[in-house]
C-alpha cells in the first residue's frame, strides 16, 4: 500500500515521468480489465503451459544426468568442465539461436526453459549426493548392502534437501527463461505482452503484466515449498 | 572345520601387524597382535589413543583388509557384511529421514527378510533400550543418548553371533554412559553374542567386560590381559566409582545412590556390588 502510494506520488507529482514508471491509478485498472476480458488468462496459460514442460523436461533430463555422473565418477570428471562451460552462456544470448533452431512456436520457448531449469537442477542434485555423511556410507558397508541399495536407500535420500533447492529455484528460472524467450520471440505469452507494451512506450501496461508475473512466480514458488516440506518432514 | 564345532569358535587373532602410509612413511599401527577370544565372551580393548584398538576392531569386522597374519572370526576370516558379525560406530550413524523404528530396521532387513518377525524383534530392543514410545520419533527429536540407545538397537538388532562395539558410549555425559552401560550388559545376556569393546575408559572396560585387554601405543601391543572375574550378572548404575578393591572379589555394598537401581530389574535381585 505504501510502496503504491509513494509510487503515485512520484507519478503524479512528475518527479519521475509516467512514461517511465508508469501510474498505479493506470495499470491497476489497466490489469483488471486484463483479467477480466481473459487476454491475461489467455497469455498465462500460454507462458505456464511451456514452464511447466521445460520444468519437467529439465527435471528429468538434470535427474537422470545428475544419477548417470553420481554412479560413474570418471565419467562426471570427463565432462565437468564442459557442463561448467554450458552452464556459462548467457541464455539471453542463445535465444535468437533456439528461435532459429526450434522455430517461433512453443519449442524455443520450452528450450530456453530447460536450459535454465537443467543445469540449477543438476547442480543442486550433485552437490546434495556429494554430502553423503561418511558414517553412513561406514555403515552401509558393514551391514554388507550393495552398491545399488547404498545409493537408493543412503545418497538419494541425501539428495532429497538439495534437489528440492534446485526444484524449487529452477521453477522460479524456467518461468523467466520461457518469459525472455516470448519478449524476443512474440507469440501469445506474457512476455510477447511486455514486449509489446514496451514497443509501444506503454509503461502501465508493463508493469500490469510484471505484476502477473510476479504472482505467478510466487505461486509456483509456493507450491514447491508446500511439497518439499512434506517429503522433507523428517528435517524440522 | 572340525565336525561338530559350529556355533562354537570364537575369535582367533595371530601375529596381526598393520601399517599405515602416511606421507610417504609407513606407521605401524597394530605390532604383532595375538589374541584369542572364546565364544560368548565380553573382552574390551583400552589404551591410548592411536593404539590401534579401531584398527583391529575394523580387522575383525572387514572394513580393513587384514595385512599380516591370521584371523578368524568364528570359522572363517573376517568379511564385511557377513550376517553373523555387527558392528556398532562411537557415533551414531543413524539415518535423520528415518524414524528410531525405520532405522533400526534398515539394518536388520539386510538380515531378516520376516517383516513380522522384524516388527516384534525391534519393538521388543527398543523396550530395551528404553525407548518405548519413541519408534517413531526422527533422529533431530532425540537426544545424543537417546540416538546411541537406537543404534543399540540397531546393533543387537542384527542378532549377530559377534558384536564390535567401537566406543560406543565415548560421547555420553556421565549419567547417560552408566545407563546405556547397562542396557549393553542386558542386551549381552539376553542374545549371548561374543562382544568386543574398544573403549577408552578405564572404569567402563572393568565394569563391563570378562576380559580387559590393554594395549600400548603406537606400535600397538598387547601390554597385559587381566581377567575380570567379578560375578554376573554385573550391574553398572550401582557402581558409581570405579571399584577400587576390583582385584580382591572382596563385596562391600556400598551403593544406594540415588538412582542407583531405578529401571535396572536384574539388579535388586541376584546382582553383585562393592
Redesign the interface.
Known amino acids: 500500500m505504501i510502496v503504491i502510494g509513494v509510487w503515485e506520488t512520484l507519478a503524479r507529482t512528475g518527479l519521475i515521468p509516467a512514461a517511465f514508471i508508469g501510474q498505479p491509478s493506470k495499470f491497476l485498472p489497466l490489469l483488471v480489465d486484463g483479467i477480466l476480458s481473459g487476454k491475461i488468462a489467455v497469455a498465462a496459460l500460454d507462458t505456464l503451459s511451456a514452464t511447466l514442460m521445460a520444468f519437467v523436461l529439465g527435471g528429468i533430463l538434470a535427474l537422470a544426468t545428475a544419477l548417470m555422473l553420481a554412479v560413474y565418477p570418471t565419467l562426471k570428471e570427463l565432462i565437468d568442465p564442459y557442463i561448467d562451460a554450458m552452464n556459462a552462456l548467457p541464455r539471453v544470448a542463445l535465444v535468437p539461436l533456439f528461435i532459429v533452431w526450434f522455430g517461433l512456436g512453443t519449442l524455443s520457448k520450452v528450450v530456453s526453459g530447460v536450459s535454465l531449469m537443467y543445469f540449477i537442477l543438476l547442480y543442486n542434485t550433485l552437490a546434495g549426493a556429494q554430502s553423503v555423511?561418511p558414517?553412513?556410507l561406514?555403515?552401509a558397508?558393514?551391514?554388507?548392502?550393495p552398491r545399488r541399495q547404498v545409493f537408493l536407500?543412503?545418497v538419494i535420500?541425501t539428495a532429497?534437501p538439495s534437489i528440492f533447492v534446485g526444484l524449487r529455484l529452477g521453477l522460479v528460472y524456467t518461468l523467466l527463461g520461457v518469459v525472455t524467450a516470448e519478449l524476443i520471440a512474440g507469440g501469445k505469452g506474457l512476455g510477447s505482452l511486455i514486449s509489446y507494451y514496451s514497443n509501444t512506450f506503454d509503461a502501465d501496461g508493463v508493469f500490469a503484466v510484471l505484476l502477473v508475473l510476479i504472482v505467478l512466480a510466487d505461486a509456483l514458488s509456493m507450491v514447491m515449498t508446500r511439497v518439499e516440506r512434506w517429503l522433507?518432514r523428517?528435517?524440522? | 572345520m572340525s565336525p561338530g564345532a559350529e556355533g562354537t569358535a570364537g575369535i582367533l587373532i595371530e601375529n596381526v601387524v598393520h601399517s599405515y602410509r602416511a606421507t610417504g612413511k609407513s606407521l605401524t599401527v597394530l605390532d604383532r597382535i595375538s589374541l584369542s577370544i572364546k565364544r560368548g565372551e565380553f573382552v574390551a580393548l583400552v589404551g591410548p589413543s592411536g593404539c590401534g584398538k579401531t584398527t583391529l576392531l575394523d580387522i575383525l569386522?572387514?572394513?580393513v583388509e587384514l595385512q599380516r597374519g591370521r584371523v578368524m572370526v568364528g570359522h572363517s576370516p573376517p568379511a564385511?557384511?557377513?550376517p553373523d558379525t555387527?558392528?556398532m560406530?562411537a557415533?551414531d550413524?543413524l539415518?535423520?529421514?528415518?524414524?528410531a523404528y525405520a532405522n533400526v530396521d534398515?539394518?536388520m532387513a539386510?538380515r531378516n527378510p520376516d517383516r513380522e518377525r522384524r516388527r516384534v524383534v525391534i519393538h521388543e530392543l527398543l523396550d530395551d533400550v528404553g525407548l518405548n514410545g519413541f519408534e517413531n520419533a526422527?533422529p533431530?527429536q532425540l537426544s545424543q543418548g537417546m540416538r546411541q540407545r537406537v543404534a543399540l538397537a540397531r546393533t543387537f538388532s542384527?542378532e549377530s553371533d559377534f558384536v564390535f562395539l567401537d566406543e560406543p558410549f565415548g560421547a555420553l555425559d556421565a549419567q547417560t554412559k552408566l545407563v546405556l552401560q547397562d542396557k549393553l550388559l542386558r542386551l549381552w545376556e539376553k542374545m549371548q553374542s561374543t562382544v568386543v569393546l574398544v573403549s577408552h575408559d578405564l572404569a567402563e572396560a572393568v565394569a563391563l567386560a570378562d576380559r580387559v585387554v590393554v594395549m600400548s601405543a603406537r606400535p600397538g601391543r598387547i601390554a597385559a590381559d587381566i581377567a575380570i572375574d567379578l560375578p554376573r550378572p554385573r550391574c553398572r548404575r550401582r557402581w558409581r566409582a570405579p571399584p577400587r578393591t576390583m582385584p580382591s572379589k572382596k563385596r562391600s555394598c556400598l551403593t544406594a545412590t540415588g538412582s542407583a537401581g531405578t529401571g535396572c530389574s536384574s539388579c535388586s535381585g541376584g546382582s553383585f556390588c562393592w
Open positions: 555423511d558414517d553412513h561406514q555403515l558397508r558393514s551391514l554388507g548392502l536407500r543412503v535420500p532429497i522433507t523428517w528435517n524440522r | 569386522s572387514g572394513l564385511v557384511g557377513r555387527a558392528r560406530f557415533r550413524a539415518l535423520p529421514w528415518r524414524t534398515f539394518a539386510t526422527y533431530r542384527l
